[in-house]
């Protein structure tokens, strides 16, 4: 996933982030007295599979996707696409968008990422039907 | 003018009291159409325009309209389907103000400069009033000259000759070291 790349919080950042635009970041582990670190795939499979789950119903879609936003990172496309998905599922083309308008908004100053989870995203997105808040035309006031 | 500063003040403090009772910075919280003025209910989910939690307690708009009742039943089929003004209208149902729209700069920065700069004029007034009317004269003892023979005595008396005043003073030639 895309992690905050120019702050190292001291609660410990893991990696930074990895992007097409390569940010060459150092590797910052977490430190825990026991156990071991989660992986950055590990984080990603634990997301797509709770947004997966057939009979999510909006209190933990929302619960999730409130969570997840409240992360020090942008989830990756994988995450978003379960999540498009399951809003899907409970018929709500509303929360699609503004989960799309949120990972932008989460991306701050890196522009370029935004564009890109939409560019992975983008089949999902037309085999669902969800349109961008770009081709609404909500992005701007 | 004054009407007026009260007017500024009052409308500066009951708006920072209710900016208070929100979350939202930039916005006071939406709690639905027509509900601001009626006391809002806490124990009940909330409706909130915030950055980071992008899908509120509850959606914004709990009464619809038969539109909006039958645009819903409309998104339960495919959403390709759907208009572009069908799907700003279902966003706008659940949603108060897009992400863009919540994250507005607001002038509020010049309100609270402005209401600052009041109460210190104020104060300022409150002081130069206290000077003029409450202080006491100024003692003679501030005097240059009553200084100068207060100074000159303690030299005489050797106040603090080891480290103090005296020391500093070179008594044959009259003058400080």
């Known amino acids: 996933m895309f992690r905050a790349v120019f702050r190292l919080s001291a609660s410990g950042a893991r990696s930074l982030a990895r992007s097409r635009s390569c940010y060459s970041a150092p590797l910052a582990s977490r430190c825990y007295s026991h156990g071991r670190a989660e992986t950055e795939e590990e984080f990603d499979s634990r997301w797509v599979t709770y947004f997966s789950k057939p009979d999510l119903d909006a209190w933990e879609l929302k619960k999730g996707m409130n969570t997840l936003i409240g992360y020090d990172l942008v989830p990756e496309a994988k995450i978003l696409d379960s999540a498009l998905r399951a809003c899907r599922r409970l018929n709500d083309l509303a929360s699609a968008i503004r989960i799309l308008e949120a990972v932008k908004n989460k991306a701050g100053p890196h522009k370029d990422i935004y564009p890109y989870l939409i560019q992975e995203l983008k089949p999902t997105l037309s085999e669902l039907g969800i349109s961008t808040p770009e081709e609404l035309g909500i992005d701007k006031i | 003018m004054l009407r007026f500063t009260a007017g500024r003040v009052g409308s500066l403090l009951t708006r920072r009291a209710t900016a208070a009772l929100t979350t939202s910075s930039a916005r006071m919280a939406s709690h639905g159409p027509g509900t601001e003025t009626s006391p809002v209910d806490v124990s009940q989910p909330m409706y909130i325009d915030r950055a980071d939690i992008p899908l509120p307690d509850r959606p914004y708009k709990d009464v619809l309209t038969e539109v909006e009742r039958s645009l ?41 400069l402005g209401g600052i700069f009041i109460f210190l004029g104020f104060s300022g007034l409150l002081v130069w009033w206290q000077k003029v009317y409450v202080c006491p004269p100024r003692p003679r003892t501030f005097d240059e000259d009553w200084q100068a023979q207060q100074l000159q005595r303690m030299l005489d008396m050797r106040v603090g000759p080891v480290h103090g005043l005296s020391s500093h003073w070179d008594y044959e030639k009259g003058q400080w070291k």
């Open chain 2, 72 to 112: 819903k039943e409309k998104e339960k089929g495919p959403w390709g389907q759907l208009s572009k003004e069908e799907k700003i209208a279902l966003y706008r149902i659940t949603f108060c103000q897009t992400y863009p729209e919540m994250n507005q700069k607001s002038e509020e920065w010049k309100t609270v």
